[in-house]
């Protein structure tokens, strides 16, 4: 990988870290030469602190890593992109990112997820997403039918709490089945970016 370090008096080029699941830009650090190298190595995203004036590898402290999935530098080798899963929080404020206080709707999606990937993965007594991953996926498919039948049924009247919750029930069970399937949203998302080109 070419950087341009020499473009910038101090040596360091911006390095934008954004989410690799989701897309949301986590925050702007600053790496030369040896921190994007222990970044490599290590898969824990490293920066220069101009504060610390030393390597700081973030998450040292907190435990809010930045695991490493890609690099990829500009058009003009000066200014690098970091693809990462977060572990935690990435703010000092406990933010999710240094952009914004609190998530956007749409994250939630990405956090449910999680919680329904970590009820398959270590199941709860009395959880119902565990339950319903032990009934096996013709219990998970069917539940995903039943939801639509109700959406579209809810559709047809003018009720909008009654429609937006029948919705809310189909997405939450469509979200249980992908992940039964061993998919997640953004395969999905995947498949129609290349639809719409």
């Not at 602190?49 to 590898?57: A, D, G, N, Y």
Request: hydrophobic share 40%; with cysteine.
């Amino acid at each position: 990988m070419k950087v341009d370090y020499a473009k910038y008096a101090d040596g360091l080029v911006p390095a934008i870290v954004q989410d690799d699941h989701t897309g949301k830009v986590l925050m702007l650090g600053f790496m030369n030469k040896e921190a994007l190298q222990k970044t490599i190595d290590t898969g824990k995203v490293t920066f220069y602190s101009r504060t610390k004036m030393r390597l700081w590898t973030k998450g040292e402290e907190s435990g809010n890593f930045l695991d490493l999935k890609s690099i990829t530098p500009d058009c003009d080798n000066d200014t690098l992109l970091v693809k990462a899963a977060p572990v935690g929080p990435v703010c000092h404020t406990g933010a999710d990112t240094c952009f914004s206080e609190k998530n956007k709707s749409i994250d939630f999606l990405y956090h449910l997820e999680e919680v329904i990937a970590g009820r398959q993965q270590n199941p709860a007594e009395g959880s119902y997403v565990s339950g319903l991953f032990k009934k096996g996926i013709n219990a998970v498919a069917q539940k995903v039918g039943e939801e639509a039948v109700e959406l579209v049924i809810e559709a047809k009247d003018n009720d909008e709490d009654k429609f937006l919750g029948e919705a809310a029930d189909l997405l939450f069970h469509y979200l249980i089945l992908l992940k039964a399937k061993g998919y997640g949203i953004s395969h999905v998302a995947q498949v129609l970016e290349k639809r719409h080109k």
